[in-house]
């Protein structure tokens, strides 16, 4: 399958889907540039979904990806959420707040939304991508028959042979340099942490569809390196967290723009999957603390909101979740358009 092609686009230039930060107009303005617009919509409901669809086609008929989270279910464990909540009370303190008395679980999963699943068949964006999972082979025959194409993030090999087996039509290879979430399908499960050249390169050896490399690639150069290495695009997210269009805020571009940025850490404790961050009092207060301690995603990121809009209410905009990959000091803040044609152009350069 040629993908950029299949994709609707002209250029292997992907801005990755990023919950809460990936705005319409980021995307828009990406898919008008001749990128893949992403928006990640893990983070709403179908209503949600179909509003940010929507302020994107407002903004131009292009390709668009949508971003969905296919992570298990919680399992409530009240004990360890008091606790961590008990954990977390004297950074509360310090914004002369107190933690909420229980948690709840914030985003639904894709595995179990239906509603999301009749958005999806109703506004029939040009792409699905699927992130921490699979949905049944049900929901995927459900969506390719509906002439959607589907992508899916893969940090191991297992996880690669698993979405391409499912049926997607391409897989992104997330390499642990990446910003974000890492996508592992089990969070609790030994993690190999392949890093985005190694992971590419196998996958693409491994599999029989195309293969989208992810992970600390931040210019020109860095998607040239990967075409090399078989990819068949490059999936940028921390290059686009800087844009004006981004919905980041002052504290985390803030962030990205000082010393933080040369310091990225990978941890549980906002959110309680593993998420590479920029280093700030979030990831300091999560330093040391068993995973077993930290309530199961997305319950923890309960705690972790509430904790940052106290923060924030006083000024304090260290307890984001600033989430960035190890490029981040490469991070430019043009306009999503001229970042485009700047990395074709460089692109072009290194070809
Ligand atoms: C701010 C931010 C939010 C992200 N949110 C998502 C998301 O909602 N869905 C998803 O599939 N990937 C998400 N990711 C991961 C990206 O898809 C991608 O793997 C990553 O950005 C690549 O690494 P880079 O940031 O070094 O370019 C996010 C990344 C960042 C930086």
Known sequence: MRLLQALGIEQPIIQAPMAGVSSPALAAAVSNA???GSIGVGSTDAEGAR??????RERGLRPLNVN?????????DRSIESAWL???????AKFNTKPPLALKEVYRSFLNDDAMLAALLADKPQVVSFHFGLPSSERIRALREAGIVLLATATSIAEGRAAAKAGVHAVVAQGYEAGGHR?????DAA???LGTLALTRILVHELDVPVIASGGIMDGAGIAAVLRLGASAAQLGTAFVVCPESDADAGYSDAMAGDAANHTVITRAISGRPARCLRNWFTLLGAGVSSRQIPAYPIAYDAGKALNAAAKAAHEGGYGPQWAGQGAPLARALPAAELVAVLARELAQHA
């Open 34 to 36: 001749g990128g893949l």
């Open 51 to 56: 509003k940010m669809i929507a302020a994107v």
């Open 68 to 76: 969905v989270f296919c992570h298990e279910p919680a399992k409530p």
């Open 86 to 92: 008990d954990y977390l009370r004297p950074h509360f």
């Open 183 to 187: 996508g592992v399908f089990d969070p």
């Open 191 to 193: 993690d190999d942490r």
